[in-house]
């Protein structure tokens, strides 16, 4: 039995899910097949979930965001009588309805609520039209079976209780594909919950580990991974193997090659991963696994390159220059954990301490002002955060000739850049 997951990219419009169903026929047998939300469906529920917890008027973003399903459902299904006209006005009518209930005052619990509509859509339509294509397939509603703590939005999986209902729920009987939602769960209240940004890849990764799948594949836009991002370096190489160890750092460090926490739990039961085009599902693409040929964990051996923008490096020292003690330290970071802000780089000196982080706006101002209560503050904002595995001489001259170096740390595999 194989996982498959198609991220929003895949499902975009009519012939992309057409197009997901010939890459379904090219492998025969069971499959489970986990979706995300079509397109940018997720950061269009955002901002409807936005504007109804700041009790705006949301319905223009709504009716657009309906319409276009609906433009995808008519590509897809010429019978207008087909069920799925009704179905989707009928899930279509949850959300509206959901919005016209006066929000509560936990931001995060409303986000998941209005966001999960995404993935309930797509994966409702795709049921459908993957039946009315003759695929034996059955929709399972996610939300039973990977079950969390309550942290919206970023929700912590209760691994042992769903392995079991996983185990005991995903049973293919006469169907040949199991089909399922990415990114959303509940909790033990059965609240919708949500696994973080592209967590999609995630929960396949839950089930295929729960269901001991011989292989996950997660189709991209990319034919793989490759060693740096096309739009920033030219001279790619496409990976054919990556360890799951070295899959695990290029993502801490930033990687977009898949969502971070999808390594582990594919390593501990020694599930394969591919990463495949849809555009071109006949090509290899990458495959990660428990090692490679090289000892580096990478087939071609090449230097990564990884890049993060729209850093920020706050330097935080005491008022009275007094050293930077652990006691402060602790204080820091118990503020940084307070406000969801995740350390991406740190140095420390004699007197202050340095943090490179995402610059997320709302959760920033929030720190720095709190920060500033305590200690002096200073910020360089609009940074890049240069990463480079298996690094040489020339790759580090390439990336920091004409740049303006705030801090580098260089370990054995390693260089890292704060640069301008
Ligand atoms: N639809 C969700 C998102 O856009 C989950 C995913 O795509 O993996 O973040
Ligand atoms: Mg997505």
Known sequence: MK?????????????????????LRLYPGNKVVVVSAMGKTTYELEQIANVYFS?????????LLLKKHKKLIAGLFKNKKANIYNDFETIANELKMKLTNKPSLNYDYEYDQVVAFGELFSTKIIEAYLNKEGFKCSLLDVRKYIKTNSTYRDARV?????????KNGFVFNESEILLTQGFIASNEKDCTTTLGIEGSDFSAAIIA?????IEMVVWKDVPGFFNSDPKIYSGLVRLNAVSFHEAIELSYFGAKIIHPKTIKPLQNKNIPLYVKSFE??????TLITQSTENKCGLDPEVPIFITKNKQILISI???????????????????LARYRVKVNLMQNSAISFSICVDNIVERI??????????YKVLYNNKLTLITIRHYNQQTINELTNDRKVFIQQKS?????????
């Not at 009790?55 to 009716?63: A, I, V």
């Not at 071109?280 to 693409?285: N, R, T, Y």
């Not at 008022?319 to 118990?334: K, P, R, Y």
């Open 412 to 420: 054995r595999h390693t260089v890292r850049f704060v640069v301008k």
């Open 3 to 23: 996982v498959f997951k198609f991220g929003g990219a895949s499902i975009k419009n009519a012939k992309s899910i057409m197009n997901l169903a010939e890459i």
């Open 158 to 166: 209760n691994w042992q209780l769903s392995t079991v209902l996983i």
């Open 55 to 63: 009790s705006g008027n949301y319905s223009d973003k709504l009716e």
């Open 209 to 213: 580990f729960a269901l001991e799948a």
């Open 280 to 285: 071109e599902p006949i090509l290899k693409g």
């Open 317 to 335: 020292a005491p008022n009275d220059f007094s050293f930077i003690a652990e006691d402060n330290l602790s204080a820091i970071f118990a503020l």
């Open 365 to 374: 101002d929030l720190l720095l002002k709190e920060l500033k209560n305590n």
